[in-house]
C-alpha cells in the first residue's frame, strides 16, 4: 500500500481519538454539571466555593485541568480535520438538497461543535482568565470568587440569554455525540445499542438542561 | 459432415474423470508464467475460471461488459445448488444426481459431461464453505438442504433466495484476490466483437472499450467464452438488459459449431406483461407453485369483466374456475414440470382465457393454503416473494390471487463442446452456460449455478492445460498479425456500417419486434408452418435494420444504442438459426412443443430414433444456409424412457 | 402521468455538465423508473438528439449496477428498493423530478449519470476474500458455524455494491460498503484466519482512495437498498482497533531455494 499506509493515522484511528476525547469530555462535564449545582444552594455560596476552592487548589484536579485543555484541544482538532477531508471527499456537490433520513442532527455536528467552542471561548474568558489573572475581575468581585461573579454575570438577562443558547446547542451536539462516539469505538450491539441512544439523549438532556436551570434560577427565583 | 467426437476417455462411465485427470498432460510452473489465456464474462462459469487459472500460474485477461465483475447476471440466480453431498442421509449419491440430470434433460445430454458434472458437485460446496459463503444452515451448526425442482431428495444448498449472489461474490473474491496478486488483468466495461484466429488457432480478441469508444486487440495462447445464455433473443425474458450472444456468436462465425439453439427453458412462474415499455421481466420461485393453485375462469364473460376490472378475481365462485393444471393432469397438479406448466398456460391464454390486462397472465391463488395453514406460515415461506410481487405490480397476493406468465429464462443450447470443453476450434473454450451444455433439452432447477462453477473451478483448469502443454514453445501471440489487422478493419466496418445507415428507426424497436417473431412462432410450442413464417419474417427484419437502424451519438464515445445496435444485429442472425434448429428437430422434448409430435391425448412426444442426437450447426458464410451436424448421443447407462405426469 | 424531468447531462468527465430540463408524458404508474427513462430516451433518439447514459442491467434489484441520486435520495423515495425497482406510482403525478449521478471524488462522472466505481474493487482486491486455494479443501461441514453468525454474515454479505451508502454520505465515506464486507468475513470462522490482516488492508485502502470519514449519521443505512446496518461499521471499528492494538507485526519473509 503506497501513499496510505505511510499515513501516521487512518481514519478510523483518527475518529477513535476524537470519540475518546469527547468521552472524557463528557465525563469532565458532569463533574462541573454537579459543582455548579451547587450555585442553587441556599447557603449564600458555602457549598460552592467549597468545591471551588477544592478543584483549584487540588494538585492532580490541577493536573487534570492540562488533560482537560489537551482532551478539548485534540476533540476540535480531529474534528475539523476529519470535516475538512469529508468536505474535499465530495468535489462536486448535488443540485438537489439531501431528503436521507439522517440520526437527529447527526449533519450538524461541525456547526454545533464551532457553536459550543465560541461559547467557551466566551465561557474561558468569563471565568478561567479571571481566575489566571489575564482578565481584570468586574468590580467588587474577588479574582477567585466563583460564587459571585455568577451572581453578577446571570443578573444581566442578555447574557443569561447567552448561555441558555450555549448550553442549547451543546445539548444537540451531546445528544448525538455520546452515542457516536460508542458506535465510532465499535460498541455497536442488537441488545444494547437501543439503550446507549436513550442514555445518550437522556445524557443531553440532563447536561445542558441542568446548567439551563442554573441561569434561569438566577432569573426568576432570585 | 464434420465428425463430432466428444473424446471421453475409454473406461467406465464412473471412472472417465479421475482416468482422465490421473493421464492428462500438465504444464509446468515455470511454462505457465509464459502461457496467456483470455477469458470473456465474469459470472460464475468465467469469474471461477479466471481465478482459477491465474492461482495456477497462467498470465489471465478476463474480460466483462459491465462495469465490475460482480455484477455478471449469475448473482440474479435465487433457488440454489445442487450437490450430490448426502447430508441428509436420504439417499442421495453421484449417481442419483447423474440420473436426474439426464432424465430432466429429457435424454438429449451426453452421459460423459453429465456424470463428471455430478461427481464434482460436492467438491463445490467445499470450495464455496470455504470462500465464506454463507450458506443456509441448522442451529448445529451444518448446512441446510432443501429438495428443489421435484426431486426425492434434498440436495440443494441455498442462501436465501440469493444463492447466485453469494456464489458470485465468491467467485468474485477469488478473481480479486488474483488480481491484487497480479496473475489476472481486469477489463472492465469491454465489449468482445471478434475472435481472431491465427493458424487454424483461437489467439485473440477484438473489444471496443465502452467508454472510450476505443477498438483494442488482445492476444493469447487460448481463449474462453464464459459470456452466458442468449435469452435475450426474445427481448424480454429475466436475462439482464446486457446479456449477450454476441462473443458466442462471433466463435460460431470464425468456425465453432453452435449446437441445439432452439433448446430454451421457459419458466412458468414470472411477473406478467403490464405494457409495450416493459424492459425485463421478473421470475418469482418455482417453489411458488408447492402452495398455489393455478386457475383462470371457466366463462368468457367473467374473463372479460375482470380485463376491465369490474369484478375481482375473489368474486369469481369456485365452480366458475378453471383449475387446469389439476383437471388435465391430476397426479401432479399444479407441480408437474416447468414445461408442462408454461404450455398450459399459454394454450388457456391461446385460448381466450388469459386473465390481467394484457390476457396473457393466469392466476395463482394462495386463498386455499392460507386458509388451511394460516397466513403467517405462507409469510414465514414465501413472504419476500410476495413482497417483490407487491412492489411491482401493486397487489396483495394475501388477498388477492398472484398473477404469473411464462418467461424465457435459461438457454440450454450453446456453442458445441467435446468433453474437454473446447469448441471446434482449437484452443477456443466454451463454458458455463454459454456452451451447450450439460442440461439436454431442459435444465433442472438448481444445476445452472452447478455447471456454471464446476466448469470454471474443477474442468477447464485440467483440460485446458491438456493443449496448453503443446504451445509452451510459442512465444506471445503479436498483436501485429495480419489476422488481427483483419479482425481489427473488420470490426471497424461494421461499426461504421451501423453508425452510417442514418435510418428512422431505435434498435430497441428492431428488438422487441424480433422478440415477438420469436415467442410467438419459436417458443415453448412450435410447428412447420409458424417456423417458416419466422423465418420470413426474421430475413425481412433483418433487411430493415440494415437499412432504417438509428443510431445517435458518435463511435469513440460512451454510446449504448452503438452497443445494442451491435448485439441486436447478433441476436436477429442467432434468431434466425433457432428457427432452423426447431424446423428440423420434428420432436418434442424437454421445454419444446412440436405441434406435429404429439400423443393422441396432445401430450409431448418424444422421437428418440431420429432425434436422439446434438444439432450442431456450421456457419457458411453470410446468406448461405448454415450446415446442420449430428453428435449421436448413446445412452449406455440409463434407458430413455417417456415422461408422464397424468 | 406527467413529470418534469431535471436530469444532469455532462457529455465526459472532463465536461462541466449542468441539469437538463425535460418532459415526460403519457407514463404508466406501473413503469419502473428506467422504462420512464426508456420512454424519454426513445423520444430523444426520434429527435436525433443524445440519449440520456444511465447504468442498469439486472432490473431486478440484485446486480447493482443502477445508480441515480433522485430527489436527494439514492435510488430514489422508496426504501429498501433499488432504482430499478422503483415504480412512477411512488411519484405524484405532475411532479418534478431531479436525477444526479452519485457524486463522490473517487467516483468520477463518465457520462451523464454513469459514474466510475472501480474504486470499490480496489477496495475488495486488498483483502475481500479469503485466501483459498482450490484444492484440497476440507468437506464443507468440517467446521460447525453458529447459525446467528451464518445469518449475521448473510446480512453483511448482501451488499451489492451499488454505492448508495457513499452517495448519501454527507461525508462521502465508504465506511458502510467496507464495514459489511470485513464483517461477512470476519463473522465465519473461515474468514477469521485472516481477519487482522484484511481489516488493516482494507482500510488503508479506502482511506488512499479519497473517500470521507464517517459521522455516524447512518443516512448509509437509511439509504442502503439492502437495508444493512451501521453495526457492521461498529464491528470493522473494533476488529480496526484489535488489530491495531494487538495484532503483531508482520515479518517480511524472504528466502531461495
Not at chain 2, 474423470?17 to 470473456?40: E, G, M, T
Not at chain 2, 406478467?272 to 375462469?297: A, Y
Not at chain 2, 483448469?461 to 509452451?472: F, G, K, R, V
Amino acid at each position: 500500500m503506497d501513499r496510505s499506509e505511510r499515513r501516521t493515522l487512518s481514519s478510523i484511528t483518527g475518529k477513535v481519538i476524537m470519540a475518546l476525547a469527547g468521552l472524557f469530555l463528557v465525563v469532565f462535564l458532569l463533574v462541573h454539571l454537579g459543582i455548579n449545582l451547587l450555585l442553587m444552594a441556599d447557603d449564600g455560596g458555602r457549598a460552592f466555593t467549597g468545591a471551588a476552592t477544592f478543584m483549584a487548589t487540588n494538585p492532580v484536579i490541577r493536573l487534570f485541568e492540562v488533560v482537560l485543555f489537551g482532551g478539548f484541544l485534540i476533540h476540535m482538532m480531529f474534528g475539523v480535520g476529519v470535516s475538512i477531508r469529508n468536505r474535499r471527499s465530495r468535489p462536486v456537490r448535488y443540485q438537489h438538497k439531501s431528503e436521507s433520513e439522517t440520526s437527529p442532527l447527526s449533519r450538524y455536528m461541525l456547526h454545533s461543535g464551532i457553536i459550543v467552542f465560541i461559547f467557551l471561548a466566551l465561557h474561558l474568558i468569563d471565568f478561567y482568565f479571571i481566575k489566571v489573572g489575564l482578565v481584570a475581575p468586574p468590580a467588587g468581585v474577588e479574582r477567585h470568587d466563583f460564587y459571585h461573579r455568577s451572581l453578577v454575570l446571570f443578573s444581566d438577562k442578555g447574557y443569561s440569554a447567552v448561555y441558555l443558547v450555549g448550553f442549547l446547542f451543546l445539548g444537540f451536539h451531546l445528544n448525538h455525540a455520546v452515542q457516536a462516539a460508542f458506535q465510532t469505538i465499535g460498541m455497536n450491539h442488537n441488545k444494547y445499542t437501543a439503550g446507549i441512544k436513550v442514555f445518550s439523549m437522556l445524557y443531553a438532556i440532563i447536561v445542558a438542561g441542568g446548567f439551563m436551570t442554573i441561569p434561569l434560577w438566577f432569573i426568576f427565583f432570585r | 459432415m464434420i465428425n463430432l467426437n466428444a473424446g471421453a476417455p475409454k473406461a467406465p462411465l464412473a471412472e472417465q474423470w479421475s482416468s482422465y485427470k490421473a493421464n492428462c498432460r500438465l504444464v509446468n510452473p515455470n511454462n505457465k508464467r509464459k502461457l496467456d489465456i483470455i477469458v470473456v464474462g465474469t459470472g460464475l462459469a468465467g469469474a471461477s475460471a479466471a481465478a482459477t487459472l491465474g492461482q495456477l500460474g497462467y498470465n489471465v485477461k478476463s474480460f466483462c461488459y459491465q462495469d465490475t465483475p460482480r455484477r455478471a447476471h449469475s448473482i440474479a440466480a435465487q433457488g440454489g445448488i445442487n450437490a450430490a453431498k448426502n447430508y441428509q442421509n436420504d439417499g442421495d449419491n453421484v449417481f442419483r444426481l447423474f440420473y436426474d440430470t439426464i432424465k430432466g434433460g429429457d435424454y438429449r445430454a451426453r452421459e460423459s459431461n453429465v456424470y463428471r458434472l455430478a461427481s464434482i458437485s460436492p467438491e463445490i460446496i467445499d470450495l464455496c464453505v470455504a470462500q465464506g459463503v454463507p450458506f443456509a444452515r441448522e442451529y448445529g451448526g451444518l448446512l441446510a438442504n432443501r429438495s428443489f425442482g421435484g426431486t426425492q431428495v434434498s440436495r440443494t444448498f441455498y442462501a436465501r433466495g440469493q444463492t447466485g449472489q453469494q456464489l458470485l461474490i465468491g467467485a468474485y473474491s477469488a478473481l480479486s484476490r488474483q488480481i491484487a496478486a497480479g496473475s489476472v488483468k481486469l477489463y472492465n466495461r469491454r465489449d468482445v466483437l471478434d475472435i481472431v484466429i491465427v493458424d487454424g488457432k483461437a489467439r485473440g480478441v477484438i473489444v471496443r472499450n465502452l467508454v472510450t469508444g476505443e477498438i483494442e486487440r488482445h492476444s493469447a495462447h487460448a481463449v474462453v467464452l464464459a459470456t452466458g445464455g442468449y435469452g435475450n433473443v426474445f427481448y424480454l425474458s429475466t436475462n439482464a438488459m446486457g446479456s449477450n450472444v454476441t462473443p458466442a456468436w462471433s466463435a460460431y462465425k470464425k468456425g465453432a459449431l453452435f449446437a441445439n439453439p432452439c433448446f430454451t427453458q421457459i419458466h412458468p412462474t414470472c411477473i406478467p406483461v403490464h405494457g409495450e415499455f416493459q424492459s425485463k421481466l421478473t421470475l418469482m420461485s418455482e417453489s411458488l407453485r408447492n402452495d398455489g393453485r393455478i386457475w383462470v375462469p371457466k366463462a368468457k364473460e367473467d374473463v372479460e369483466q375482470l380485463r376491465q376490472k369490474k369484478i375481482t378475481p375473489e368474486q369469481i365462485h369456485e365452480s366458475k374456475r378453471d383449475y387446469y393444471l389439476e383437471r388435465r393432469y391430476p397426479a401432479f397438479g399444479n407441480l408437474v414440470p416447468r414445461d408442462v406448466a408454461s404450455r398450459a398456460a399459454k394454450e388457456r391464454c391461446d385460448e381466450g382465457y388469459g386473465v390481467g390486462s394484457s390476457g396473457r397472465a393466469v392466476f395463482l391463488d394462495f386463498s386455499d393454503s392460507i386458509n388451511r395453514l394460516g397466513a403467517d406460515a405462507i409469510s414465514a415461506r414465501y413472504g419476500n416473494l410476495f413482497q417483490m410481487y407487491e412492489r411491482i405490480v401493486d397487489d396483495n397476493p394475501y388477498q388477492t390471487p398472484m398473477m404469473i406468465y411464462p418467461a424465457v429464462h435459461y438457454t440450454m443450447g450453446g456453442l458445441w463442446v467435446d468433453y474437454e470443453l473446447m469448441t471446434t476450434v482449437p484452443g477456443l473454450y466454451s463454458i458455463g452456460e454459454c456452451n451447450f451444455s450439460d442440461h439436454g433439452a431442459n435444465r433442472l432447477g438448481a444445476s445452472a449455478l452447478m455447471q456454471g462453477l464446476a466448469d470454471g473451478y474443477f474442468v477447464l483448469p485440467y483440460t485446458i492445460s491438456a493443449y496448453l502443454s503443446n504451445e509452451i514453445h510459442t512465444p506471445p501471440i503479436q498483436t501485429t498479425l495480419p489476422e488481427f489487422h483483419t479482425a481489427v478493419h473488420d470490426v471497424n466496418d461494421r461499426l461504421s456500417q451501423l453508425k452510417g445507415t442514418k435510418g428512422k428507426t431505435s434498435v430497441d424497436h428492431f428488438h422487441k419486434t424480433l422478440g415477438k417473431i420469436m415467442w410467438e412462432y419459436c417458443g415453448m410450442s412450435r410447428s412447420e408452418s409458424g417456423l417458416q413464417k419466422a423465418l420470413g419474417l426474421i430475413g425481412e427484419l433483418k433487411a430493415d435494420f440494415a437499412s432504417d437502424v438509428s443510431i445517435p451519438g458518435g463511435m469513440k464515445e460512451y454510446n449504448p444504442e452503438l452497443e445494442k445496435a451491435w448485439r441486436v444485429q447478433d441476436f436477429i442472425e442467432l434468431g434466425d438459426l433457432m428457427v432452423r434448429d426447431a424446423l428440423e428437430r420434428k420432436e418434442s422434448c424437454g421445454g419444446h412443443f412440436r405441434e406435429e409430435s404429439q400423443t393422441p391425448d396432445g401430450e409431448a412426444l418424444r422421437n428418440d430414433e431420429q432425434f436422439a442426437h446434438v444439432a450442431a450447426w456450421e456457419f457458411k458464410g453470410d446468406g448461405a444456409s448454415p450446415v446442420r451436424h449430428r453428435e449421436e448421443l448413446r445412452f449406455d447407462t440409463v434407458k430413455p424412457s417417456q415422461r408422464s405426469y397424468k | 402521468m406527467i413529470f418534469t424531468l431535471k436530469i444532469w447531462r455532462q457529455k465526459n468527465a472532463s465536461d462541466k455538465g449542468g441539469l437538463v430540463t425535460y418532459k415526460a408524458e403519457d407514463i404508466s404508474p406501473d413503469s419502473s423508473f428506467f422504462e420512464m427513462l426508456d420512454q424519454l430516451n426513445q423520444q430523444l433518439i426520434a429527435k436525433g438528439e443524445d440519449p440520456v447514459a444511465f447504468d442498469h442491467d439486472c432490473r431486478e434489484g440484485i446486480c447493482g449496477t443502477c445508480s441515480l441520486y433522485i430527489n436527494g435520495r439514492p435510488h430514489g423515495p422508496l426504501k429498501g428498493t433499488t432504482t430499478c425497482q422503483l415504480h412512477m406510482r411512488s411519484f405524484r403525478n405532475g411532479e418534478t423530478i431531479y436525477v444526479e449521478p452519485w457524486r463522490c471524488g473517487a467516483f468520477p462522472v463518465i457520462k451523464d449519470l454513469i459514474v466510475d466505481r472501480s474504486a470499490f474493487d480496489k477496495i475488495i482486491q486488498a483483502g475481500g476474500y479469503v485466501s483459498v486455494n482450490s484444492g484440497g479443501i476440507p468437506d464443507a461441514n468440517t467446521i460447525p458455524v453458529p447459525k446467528p453468525d451464518a445469518d449475521a454474515a448473510f446480512d453483511a454479505a448482501a451488499c451489492i455494491g451499488c454505492g448508495a451508502c457513499v452517495a448519501s454520505c454527507p461525508n462521502a465515506s465508504a465506511m458502510l460498503f467496507v464495514g459489511a464486507k470485513v464483517s461477512h468475513l470476519a463473522l465465519l470462522p473461515q474468514g477469521r484466519v485472516e481477519a487482522e490482516h484484511r481489516v488493516q488492508k482494507m482500510v488503508a485502502t479506502m482511506d488512499s482512495l479519497g473517500f470521507g470519514n464517517c459521522s455516524n449519521t447512518y443516512a448509509c443505512e437509511a439509504e442502503c437498498p439492502k437495508e444493512i446496518a451501521v453495526t457492521n461499521i461498529a464491528r470493522m471499528n473494533r476488529e480496526f482497533l484489535a488489530a491495531k492494538i494487538f495484532a503483531e507485526k508482520e515479518k517480511q519473509i524472504s528466502f531461495t531455494l
